[in-house]
T-cell receptor
Framework: QKEVEQNSGPLSVPEGAIASLNCTYSDRGSQSFFWYRQYSGKSPELIMFIYSNGDKEDGRFTAQLNKASQYVSLLIRDSQPSDSATYLCAVMGAGNNRKLIWGLGTSLAVNP | DVKVTQSSRYLVKRTGEKVFLECVQDMDHENMFWYRQDPGLGLRLIYFSYDVKMKEKGDIPEGYSVSREKKERFSLILESASTNQTSMYLC????????????FGPGTRLTVT
């Protein structure tokens, strides 16, 4: 069974700090990795994706991928109260079957 | 911007009713998906479609069917609604070629009484 694991949290950080969200996956052949943000009662919205080892930056967000360790992370710099949400990690498995495998999400609370 | 719309934000139905949930995307995406999301269980895939008139079962297809007669429209049907189908239903779409990021509609909160 292919799995994506996330710490459910809640992760609590003060405003202005760096929030670090982690995700591990079981399928070594996974190709693409996605981070979504979901506010309570709303649908998931794409933050960014990554498919090469290393870092990818987009504004205050940085995704980090380490395929050898089967680990992907999301860093949020200068965290704001508006970043308080659940963050979902999703993985495209091997075989390019177009489906995503989803983690259960990490709840983030940014305290003013 | 990608736009995925769903027919209702909130829906209340009675046990045994036939329920139709519609999803429309305006970006000519090939792939469309139906999920349900429940607390503690995350996103679970019900059905997906790679093309018109094509459908594939997801992880929890029991009690559901789908229809895709046009590329932009993907319908989820609950043949005989039951209380355990009370959930948030989310439609998503993605395009070819990859990396196949999915774009979600606003969701339908369905309550079956």
């Amino acid at each position: 069974q292919k799995e994506v694991e996330q710490n459910s949290g809640p992760l609590s950080v003060p405003e202005g700090a760096i929030a670090s969200l982690n995700c591990t996956y079981s399928d070594r052949g996974s190709q693409s990795f996605f981070w979504y943000r979901q506010y309570s009662g709303k649908s998931p919205e794409l933050i960014m994706f990554i498919y090469s080892n290393g870092d990818k930056e987009d504004g205050r967000f940085t995704a980090q991928l380490n395929k050898a360790s089967q680990y992907v992370s999301l860093l949020i710099r200068d965290s704001q109260p508006s970043d308080s949400a659940t963050y979902l990690c999703a993985v495209m498995g091997a075989g390019n079957n177009r489906k995503l495998i989803w983690g259960l999400g990490t709840s983030l609370a940014v305290n003013p | 911007d990608v736009k995925v719309t769903q027919s209702s934000r909130y829906l209340v139905k009675r046990t045994g009713e036939k329920v139709f949930l519609e999803c429309v995307q305006d970006m000519d995406h090939e792939n469309m998906f139906w999920y349900r999301q429940d607390p503690g269980l995350g996103l679970r895939l019900i059905y997906f479609s790679y093309d018109v008139k094509m459908k594939e079962k997801g992880d929890i297809p029991e009690g559901y069917s789908v229809s895709r007669e046009k590329k932009e429209r993907f319908s989820l049907i609950l043949e005989s609604a039951s209380t355990n189908q009370t959930s948030m239903y989310l439609c998503a779409s993605s395009f070819i070629p990859g990396p196949y990021e999915q774009y979600f509609g606003p969701g339908t909160r369905l309550t079956v009484t």
